[in-house]
Nanobody, 123 residues
């Protein structure tokens, strides 16, 4: 099994930046990729981006528009979501998730989830 612990959420002004962390533990060797998802009030959980565990290739949803960057610190078994130029519409609960099979865009295909961290973008 894989355990994911998220941190870094909070309140930020429009145009501000925030870095979310997702620390993985347990069966790290079984992780194929790590995804980031978000869920705003009244909306379904949506794909933000992912990073391949082996080669660190990244893929992003269109709405990111170059504002977000996913990275990995292998020594710490931690994945980061660096968010810049945040806007009110980015307000949501953000989740990291581990996929044990392969690259996936659907949250239904992820095996383990972090507890979520809230990001609020407001003046």
């Amino acid at each position: 099994q894989v355990q994911l612990v998220e941190s870094g959420g909070g309140l930020v002004q429009p145009g501000g930046s925030l870095r979310l962390s997702c620390a993985a533990s347990g069966s790290i060797f079984s992780i194929n990729g790590m995804g980031w998802f978000r869920q705003a009030p009244g909306k379904e959980r949506e794909f933000v981006g992912l990073i391949s565990w082996s080669d660190t290739r990244t893929y992003y949803a269109d709405f990111v528009k170059g504002r977000f960057t996913i990275s990995r610190d292998a020594a710490k078994n931690t994945v980061y979501l660096q968010m810049a130029n945040l806007q009110p519409e980015d307000t949501a609960d953000y989740y990291c998730a581990a996929n044990l099979v392969g690259p996936a865009w659907s949250p239904k295909k992820y095996n383990y989830w972090g507890q979520g961290t809230q990001v609020t973008v407001s003046s």
